[in-house]
């Protein structure tokens, strides 16, 4: 039998098969794509660690090399991103993304205006920083380090907090197998145990840096700026909803005040590499009246929710002296 490849041959191949052979081709593509997608990891609410800097600040350059120098974040953080919102439509753009989870932190100013008749009025400040903590899920951030050592006691003895106290390897386990349902990365018998060895590493950096945060606010008050949510709005924009709402709050440190920061900056770095002001000419560049915000979403990332805090204690710790004098 001649079986031999000829020009003719295969002209006529092409000629009568070519639809064949596109679809087949098709085939491939899909089944191909269908392993990856399988395989693939799945990025999920919170393994995506996302930083906004609103358009009146900046400095976000900086921060990619922090985190890629430093890498504070745990094992279970799979990308960092950070987005620069422009003029046109920040605030469509910020809502639109955080009505899907994405955000942890934003970089904010927090140049304070007053309305021309109430002048220096405190009750009726207005800023970018107000105007984000008044519209978005902004987490208090000592409700939120509280909230962290109440997830860490989940972990403990009796199922209370204790600053030093061991974690429960059985407690640790079972709660990193459930959530880690459906990760391929955790299939195999030996990643699983290399996985629950890292989800103890994630919660001893998890408590280390609440105990250092629970430091500096109990000892750096002047690192956070305090605010009560709808303030701004039920003075500016009053309305019976909103003065309801303003009536139930309590005044919480929102943001780290990034002037402060500086003020105590280490030797060898510059805060404005991170986080600068580009609201107003006056203090452009600087860092004063900017701010660092945190989103909370705890509902959509009940374990990962709490790597703000690794993140912000490490800001702190690397770019300023005020966790040099805290006790061991």
Known sequence: MDARITKRRLSEMLQYDWVKIIGMVIVAIVVWELIFTVSAVRVKTGQNFKVYYYPTAAGASGLYEF??????LSYDVLEFSIETLTTDYADTILNTRLSIGEGDLIVVDNEISYPDD?????????????????????APLDVLNENAKNYLARFMENGEYEEDGSFLADKVEENFVTRMKGDNRFRKEENRAKGVAWEIERLESLRAATKEFSYLLDTVPELFLTYTKYQSAAHNRPSEDIQAAYEKQQSHPYALDVEYLSQHQKEGVQVIDIAN????????????????????FTADQPDLQYEIIVFLTALVRNYSTLLDSMPV
Not at 120 to 127: E, F, G, I, L, V
Request: net charge negative; glycine share 2%.
């Open 118 to 138: 109430h002048k220096d009025d405190a009750m009726y400040a207005k800023s970018n920083l107000y105007n984000v903590v008044d519209n978005y899920t902004v």
């Open 67 to 72: 985190n890629d120098e430093k890498q504070p």
């Open 277 to 296: 002001n580009c609201a107003s000419e006056a203090n452009w560049g600087t860092s004063k009246d900017v701010a660092v915000a945190a989103f909370d």
